[in-house]
């Protein structure tokens, strides 16, 4: 079966530290699962003013993706804490509403920067407001991840930093044209390459998981899915916050075979828009 697979993949442009190139196959499941979220997310959503839980439908959804995302970033099993502070405009008061206001702050950039081509300095710009905060190390604020951080804060060593500045660019050119680099890919499968490779490379010195998510929200904006500011994929992944670490350990302990991933994220975008229809 793994042989059959492998004459149905086509190399992603990115290499694992193994030398081995990413690859991708798209089974009938994705074509499912993308024929999905064509139809469903190319619908206008109604925004109602009430949301979901105060102000409008969008703003609230911010929070809680804020939220969620930081909670999936913490080591600890951190409880997505309340968002009332958000929703009365007052200063955080500990290090989680900290945490979460500056990712808050980081996913408002992106809506201004949703038409703007990704450079590694808008990254360093999206990092250093994930991390400028009271409670942060000022240390790893706007700086791309150094060999002395050691081996990286998500669920595997990530690739030395040696190289690490072209890979940042080949990242940039992919998520700006993948056809300008001979990659014909479905923008929503796109989007969620975007999210893995930052996963896997983890360019900066902290903050690599937030800012992955928020990329895919850049992503998908940019690619003309408008309708997905109204969706918290972090939420649904909080939700069954193994099956995330497992989908993408399945990745690299498998020839840097990106399917897994793809399939979990395709699944849990559903999941997103099917919880937002149903509020």
């Given at each position: 079966?793994?042989?059959a697979?492998?004459?149905?993949?086509?190399?992603l442009?990115?290499v694992?530290k193994?030398?081995e190139?990413?690859?991708?196959v798209?089974?009938?499941?994705?074509?499912?699962?993308?024929?999905?979220?064509?139809?469903?997310?190319?619908?206008?959503?109604?925004i109602?003013?009430?949301?979901?839980?105060?102000?409008s439908?969008a703003a609230q959804?911010r929070?809680?993706?804020?939220?969620?995302?930081?909670?999936l970033?913490?080591?600890?099993?951190?409880?997505?804490p309340?968002?009332?502070f958000?929703?009365?405009?007052r200063?955080?008061?500990?290090?989680?509403?900290w945490?979460?206001?500056?990712?808050?702050?980081?996913?408002?950039l992106i809506?201004?920067?949703?038409?703007?081509?990704?450079?590694?300095?808008?990254?360093?710009?999206l990092?250093?407001?994930?991390v400028?905060h009271?409670f942060?190390?000022?240390?790893?604020?706007?700086?791309?991840r150094?060999?002395?951080?050691?081996?990286?804060?998500?669920w595997?060593?990530?690739?030395?930093v040696?190289?690490?500045?072209?890979?940042?660019?080949?990242?940039?050119?992919f998520?700006?044209?993948?056809?300008?680099?001979?990659?014909?890919?479905?923008?929503?499968?796109?989007?969620?390459?975007?999210?893995?490779m930052?996963?896997?490379?983890q360019?900066f010195?902290?903050?690599?998981g937030?800012?992955?998510?928020?990329?895919?929200l850049w992503?998908?904006?940019?690619?003309?899915?408008?309708?997905?500011e109204?969706?918290?994929?972090s939420?649904v992944l909080?939700?069954?916050?193994?099956?995330y670490?497992?989908?993408?350990r399945?990745?690299?302990?498998?020839?840097?075979?990106?399917?897994?991933?793809?399939?979990?994220?395709?699944?849990?975008?559903?999941?997103?828009?099917?919880?937002?229809?149903?509020?």
């Amino acid at each position: 079966m793994k042989w059959a697979r492998n004459r149905q993949a086509k190399n992603l442009p990115f290499v694992g530290k193994n030398g081995e190139a990413f690859n991708l196959v798209t089974p009938a499941c994705v074509l499912t699962q993308l024929n999905w979220l064509e139809q469903n997310l190319r619908q206008r959503y109604p925004i109602s003013e009430a949301g979901l839980g105060g102000g409008s439908g969008a703003a609230q959804v911010r929070m809680v993706e804020a939220a969620s995302s930081c909670a999936l970033d913490s080591v600890a099993e951190m409880r997505v804490p309340r968002l009332s502070f958000l929703q009365e405009g007052r200063e955080p008061q500990n290090a989680d509403e900290w945490m979460i206001s500056s990712n808050h702050q980081a996913l408002e950039l992106i809506l201004g920067r949703s038409a703007a081509e990704l450079t590694p300095d808008l990254m360093l710009e999206l990092q250093r407001l994930l991390v400028s905060h009271p409670f942060a190390d000022s240390s790893k604020v706007g700086r791309f991840r150094m060999e002395e951080d050691g081996i990286g804060e998500l669920w595997h060593d990530p690739p030395k930093v040696t190289g690490l500045e072209e890979r940042l660019f080949r990242i940039c050119s992919f998520a700006n044209d993948p056809v300008a680099m001979g990659i014909l890919i479905h923008p929503i499968v796109a989007s969620v390459i975007l999210h893995l490779m930052i996963l896997y490379d983890q360019p900066f010195a902290a903050a690599n998981g937030r800012l992955a998510r928020a990329l895919f929200l850049w992503s998908m904006l940019k690619n003309g899915y408008e309708h997905a500011e109204l969706l918290s994929l972090s939420s649904v992944l909080i939700a069954a916050r193994g099956h995330y670490e497992r989908s993408f350990r399945y990745v690299v302990s498998d020839g840097n075979d990106a399917t897994y991933f793809v399939i979990h994220q395709l699944d849990a975008l559903i999941k997103a828009c099917q919880g937002y229809r149903a509020e």
